[in-house]
């Protein structure tokens, strides 16, 4: 199953499939590419076709090769329901298109009347569960969660998410399979979030209730998560650059998934941005200011301060990683692999939490709790149960 052979499809041309069809191509494989919407895989064409100059002014790749590896994709210009018949020939799809279940679910009902019977359906969502997906399929084993991170030919993670009623042998050969397109493949449940989008969520929510509290403004919390954490961006940078209407609705999404949990409660500030049109670089405005001649406020650079909220914000995305070992999301070299690779997280999680001591975490997260009653705070039982036993990951 899977073989180095088959041909790819890609459905959708936005910003993932563009990549994903880049990645594929790049690996050696032959790849049809298609969008419900005029224009959009002519623009993919576009930015695949500069992204392969750059590699070649900057000596990664001969020319030859780069137009080599722009012939093996096909990009179908007729919209896809006119175009889905390309996709017989694919032994592997992958379903990049909105993030809407119902859009999903019917393009899966068409795709698999299409594909050969042993072909692959994969779902690239961040956020739907694969079972939802799955379940528009009569023959629905063969779905699996394959989901690239943004851009996808430069991260290296790629989540691999098989569902309740998914062969063993799809995710299996979908996780060797990335592995040969020199991707970092890790196991995820399908649960909401998957493994980042789940442990990730306290980077933004926490950061934007020390904003919320008056204990610092922006850029001073994104200064001391770069100053004490290593990050690469601060949290308000890195909500910006996302997207606030992005970023709050994988918030919501996640809060809902696990059944309202406070723990991944979103917030008003965030909520009142996007109300406001706020979206961050892409709109000119978001917790900065882009405008022309506008600049940021400077952080106010206090280590007594800046260290209170990166112990803060750190203790809470260290819980979130022990608990989604506690809860079976995924394993703890996997949670580790997941947020450096995927989200460029200067250290693994469970690692970051031997470093300073579970004990440590457990008595800040502790204070929290009983400082605000919230159960937002609460600690993971296996945060517990380790300190209790005196035990360390990876060990
Ligand atoms: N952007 C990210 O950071 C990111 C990361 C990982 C996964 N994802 C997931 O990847 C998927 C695509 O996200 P994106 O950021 O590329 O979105 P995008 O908006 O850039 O692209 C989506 C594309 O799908 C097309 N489309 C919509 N309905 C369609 C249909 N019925 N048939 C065919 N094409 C259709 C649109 O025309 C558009 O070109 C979503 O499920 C998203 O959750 C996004």
Redesign the pocket.
């Known amino acids: 199953m899977l073989d180095d052979n088959l041909t790819v499809g890609v ?7 563009t990549g994903i069809a880049q990645v594929a191509a790049a690996a050696g494989h032959q790849v049809v590419i298609a ?3 005029p224009g ?1 895989v002519s623009k993919a064409r576009a930015n695949i076709a500069k992204a392969m100059e750059r590699e070649v002014d900057k000596g990664r790749l001969t020319r030859d090769a780069a137009t080599e590896m722009v012939g093996r994709i096909e990009f179908r210009d007729a919209p ?1 329901t006119e175009s889905i018949t390309a996709f017989s020939r694919c032994g592997l799809a992958i379903e ?4 809407d279940l119902a ?1 999903k679910q019917a ?1 899966f009902h068409v795709l698999e009347r299409v594909v050969a019977p042993d072909a692959v359906l994969a779902t ?4 739907l569960s694969v079972a939802s997906i799955a379940s528009s399929c009569a023959v629905s084993g063969r779905v699996v969660g394959i ?4 851009p996808a030919p430069v991260m290296p993670l790629v989540e691999i998410v098989p569902w309740l009623g998914g062969d063993g042998i799809v995710a299996s050969s979908s996780y060797a399979l990335m592995q040969r397109w020199r991707k970092t493949p890790v196991l995820a449940s399908d649960t909401p979030g998957f493994i980042v989008n789940r442990i990730a969520r306290p980077y933004y929510g926490e950061s934007i209730r020390i904003l919320e509290e008056g204990v610092a403004d922006a850029p001073t919390i994104d200064w001391a998560l770069k100053e004490f954490g290593k990050f690469r961006m601060g949290p308000f940078e890195l909500m910006d650059f996302i997207g606030n209407d992005v970023n709050f609705a994988v918030t919501k999404s996640v809060f809902e998934g696990f059944f309202f949990d406070p723990r991944y409660k979103p917030s008003l500030t965030q909520r009142r941005l996007v109300d406001a049109g706020f979206l961050g670089k892409k709109s000119g405005r978001g917790y900065y200011d882009y405008r022309d001649g506008a600049t940021a406020p400077p952080p106010k650079m206090d280590a007594t301060l800046g260290l209170v909220i990166f112990q803060r914000v750190l203790a809470m995305l260290i819980n979130e990683a022990i608990d989604a070992v506690h809860m079976r999301v995924a394993s703890p070299t996997d949670i580790d692999l997941a947020m450096t690779k995927g989200v460029n997280y200067p250290k693994g999680l469970l690692a970051w939490a031997n470093e300073i001591g579970l004990d440590q975490v457990l008595a800040d997260l502790e204070r929290l709790q009983s400082e605000y009653g919230e159960d937002r705070y609460r600690p993971s039982p296996l945060l517990r149960r380790m300190v209790r036993d005196g035990k360390r990951f990876f060990e």
């Open positions: 459905l959708g041309a936005g910003a993932m499939g969008d419900a919407v959009a896809l990049a298109i909105v993030e859009t393009l690239n969502t961040s956020s989901h690239f991170f943004n």
